[in-house]
Antibody, heavy 123, light 110 residues
């Protein structure tokens, strides 16, 4: 079964750090680009960060640039999000999402999502 | 990058159709045919419903259809069923592997 499982969320004080992980299974992780997407309580979805299959290309939303770092370990089938200098507005459920892929075509949609991990930034 | 604009709510009776709009700019919706729609039930992860404007993944009923005109994309749910009651989000590619989501629409089945 194709699956993504996030972990590492929790309660952290403003200015603190947290590292999220996303464990992939049921597919060849190294073939897929990945995104982190978040959802603040009662709010909509917000794209956070992108990483290519080889980790050679990385992008961030302006709201997290300079504070968050995305990375991956293809040998461990894992995706990570290092979050530093956390703010109250970073409070959200964080989802990892797989970007669909094809040997012949570029796709720009997310076909598999994890269930999310909750990050709460509060003193 | 500003969020794409969706109506906060939409509703219809069972068997009826409902259409949700998603308005962006020429830098996102209007610039690419890479609009996707996601369904999210309360407390659950988003689920892909359509991609590349009008394509459906396997397993998604053909009651769900997408379209686009200029800077506005739309999702139509025909033959509404109780299980279609959920939040729906559009998403557009915005260049340089950036993505922008819509503000979300709550669909209610009356």
């Amino acid at each position: 079964e194709v699956q993504l499982v996030e972990s590492g969320g929790g309660l952290v004080q403003p200015g603190g750090s947290l590292r999220l992980s996303c464990a992939a299974s049921g597919f060849i992780f190294s073939n897929y680009e990945m995104n982190w997407v978040r959802q603040a309580p009662g709010k909509g979805l917000e794209w956070v960060s992108y990483i290519s299959s080889s980790a050679s290309t990385i992008y961030y939303a302006d709201s997290v640039k300079g504070r968050f770092t995305i990375s991956r370990d293809n040998a461990r089938n894992s995706l990570y999000l290092q979050m530093n200098s956390l703010r109250a507005e970073d409070t959200a459920v964080y989802y990892c999402a797989r970007i669909a892929t094809s040997p012949y075509y570029y796709y720009f949609h997310m076909d598999v999502w994890g269930k999310g991990t909750t990050v709460t930034v509060s003193s | 990058q500003s969020a794409l604009t969706q109506p906060p709510s939409a509703s219809g009776s069972p068997g009826q159709s409902v259409t949700i709009s998603c308005t962006g700019t020429s830098s996102d919706v209007g610039g690419y045919n890479y609009v996707s729609w996601y369904q999210q039930h309360p407390g659950k992860a988003p689920k892909l419903m359509t991609y590349e404007v009008s394509k459906r993944p396997s397993g998604v009923p053909d009651r769900f259809s997408g379209s686009k005109s200029g800077n506005t994309a739309s999702l139509t749910v025909s033959g509404l069923q109780a299980e279609d009651e959920a939040d729906y989000y559009c998403c557009s590619y915005a260049g340089s592997n950036n993505y922008v989501f819509g503000t979300g629409t709550k669909v209610t089945v009356l």
